[in-house]
């Protein structure tokens, strides 16, 4: 089994900065891909952004939304992803969810995740 903790996720003035952070346990030799998605109230799950990496080749994507402003990137010895969000707007205000695949490619699709975490709230202030 594996198990996905985001934390990170608080109140925060627009044009402020947080780092997400997505702590892997259990049995995760394989999460070769890891992805941030987001939730906020009223609508749909949507794609934030994912990372895959081997010991040969790594690999990420970015919705159109927040390219430029977000950042992904990892630390395999800690087995976490985080997400750096610089320049938060008020629309990025939503439970962050973090989700992990065995497939080495990135995705945007949710249905292509295997695992997920409970989410962490991020909220900005205008």
């Known amino acids: 089994q594996v198990q996905l903790v985001e934390s990170g996720g608080r109140l925060v003035q627009a044009g402020g900065s947080l780092r997400l952070s997505c702590a892997a346990s259990g049995r995760t030799f394989n999460l070769y891909t890891r992805g941030w998605f987001r939730q906020a109230p009223g609508k749909e799950r949507e794609f934030v952004s994912a990372i895959s990496w081997s010991s040969i080749s790594s690999s990420t994507t970015y919705a159109d939304s927040v390219k430029g402003r977000f950042t992904i990137s990892r630390d395999n010895a800690k087995n976490t992803v985080y997400l750096q969000m610089n320049s938060l707007k008020p629309e990025d205000t939503a439970v962050y969810y973090c989700?992990?695949?065995?497939?080495?490619?990135?995705?945007?699709?949710?249905?292509?995740?295997?695992?997920w975490g409970q989410g962490t709230q991020v909220t900005v202030s205008s």
């Open positions: 989700a992990a695949r065995s497939v080495l490619q990135v995705t945007a699709h949710a249905d292509e995740y295997d695992y």
